[in-house]
Each structure stands twice: as structure tokens, then as C-alpha cells.
């Protein structure tokens, strides 16, 4: 019999031990590693699910109806899409039978009078029974809007100019409590204000969430004939 004292520890006992305790180790590991993949797919998941209610919220708080009609004025007085829709959005919320307060109607929300002169500056005939079909009423509008356009060359002058007149916001521009260097920082009135930061606001939507799928560029537009020398719209 040996006389060294025993520690009550056989080296058997703790090879085991030391075994089991590794085995441990490489469970949990590839526990993990089994874990991963099915977490990376459950925010795969999750990630298409978002996208889906974001595409759902946008389509309907920022839809595009009247898609052919938009297009076509686009193309044909050079006014960017974004831009178009945006003062959809704002005037009428695409509400082709929207009536307002001071009667304008239609998409683009038009008055008689503003109807009117619109065709006489196209020298063309006002059929005045046609200014709440949606064909005729975005043309018309969006003839306007390239027309003030090509006097201000900056659209949030132009919202200005849709909503309040563009013989008002010419005084304005000529005001130096209102404007400087030709930028409108001091809109005197709330409505042509809050309607101005709407229609940007609108306009920025549809050209970032729908980019790729409609245009957002000004293009090269048609003649548009003369000036008139008739009053505001």
C-alpha cells in the first residue's frame, strides 16, 4: 500500500468530467448555430412584413389614381409627377367631386374664372361644362402649374402662386418683409403658408417613396403661347 495521501479524486473521474463539461460547451454552440439561421430568417421575415405595411400605408395615404391622365399631362407641359401629385393630394385628396368653399372644383380644385383664362391662354375654347372632369381638370391644372412655373422657376413659389394668385405673390416678391433674393420667407398668409409646406411636403413623398416609377424631373415642355394680360386666376 502506497503511502502518498489520496485527494478521494480518481484521474478517471476527472477525464470525464472534463469530457462532459466540453461536450456541454459544443451543445450549446451548436445550439447557437443552429439558433442563427432561424433568427436571420424570422427578421427576413419580419423585415418583409414591415416593408408590406409601409408600401400598404403609403399606397393609401399617398395613392396614385389617375395614373394615365398624370402621366400624360407630365409629358405634355413638362410638370414632374411628384410634383402633380402633390397638389392633388393637398387640393382635393383625389376627390374628383370635391367642391370648396370658394368654388373650385374638381381634382385640382379650379374655379370657373381661373378655368377660363387658363384656355385663353392656350387660345383655345372654354367648354365650361368639361372643369370637373378629371381629363380636362389636371390638364388644365397642370398647364397652370408649368405656366407660373416659367415665371418663378421655383415650385414652393409656385404652390404660392396656385393658392393665393400669382398677382399677390408678385407683390410679395417686391416686398422685402415677405421675400429675399427672390425667395418667399415670410408668406403674410396662413392658409397660403400651411398650403405651400403641404404641397412640398406631398411632393417629397411621392418622389422618394415612388422613385423609379414615376418622374420626378421637369422635362422639356410644350409651347404654352403667350402670357395673357387678363387678371389673376
Known amino acids: 500500500m502506497s503511502d502518498r495521501p489520496s485527494n478521494g479524486i480518481r484521474t478517471s473521474d476527472t477525464s470525464r468530467t472534463a469530457r462532459n463539461r466540453m461536450w456541454r460547451r459544443l451543445h450549446r454552440l451548436a445550439a447557437v448555430l443552429l ?7 424570422a ?32 409629358e405634355r407641359w413638362g410638370v414632374p409627377e411628384s410634383v402633380i401629385y402633390g397638389v392633388i393630394h393637398t387640393e382635393s385628396g383625389f376627390d374628383e367631386n370635391a367642391v370648396s368653399h370658394a368654388g373650385a372644383v374638381g381634382l385640382m380644385q379650379l374655379t370657373a374664372d381661373t378655368y377660363d383664362w387658363i384656355y385663353f391662354l392656350r387660345g383655345e375654347d372654354c367648354d365650361p361644362e368639361t372643369i370637373s372632369m378629371p381629363a380636362y381638370n389636371i390638364d388644365a391644372g397642370v398647364y397652370l402649374l408649368a405656366w407660373l412655373y416659367e415665371r418663378y422657376g421655383r415650385w414652393d413659389t409656385v404652390y404660392a402662386a396656385y393658392n393665393a394668385g400669382y398677382a399677390r405673390v408678385n407683390g410679395w416678391l417686391e416686398d422685402e418683409t415677405i421675400s429675399s433674393d427672390g425667395v418667399l420667407v415670410n408668406i403674410p398668409i396662413n392658409e ?3 398650403y405651400v409646406l403641404r404641397c412640398a411636403e406631398a411632393e417629397e413623398v411621392y418622389r422618394t417613396f415612388y422613385a423609379g ?12 403661347g403667350s402670357p395673357a394680360s387678363r387678371g389673376s386666376p
Request: aromatic share 10%; proline share 6%.
Open 35 to 41: 439558433l442563427i439561421p432561424v433568427l436571420l430568417f
Open 43 to 74: 427578421a427576413l421575415c419580419i423585415g418583409i412584413a414591415l416593408d408590406e405595411v409601409t408600401v400598404h400605408i403609403y399606397n393609401k395615404y399617398y395613392p396614385r389614381k389617375y395614373m394615365a391622365l398624370v402621366e400624360l399631362a407630365s
Open 192 to 194: 397660403t403658408r400651411n
Open 213 to 224: 416609377d414615376i418622374n420626378g424631373e421637369r422635362s422639356s415642355p410644350a409651347s404654352r
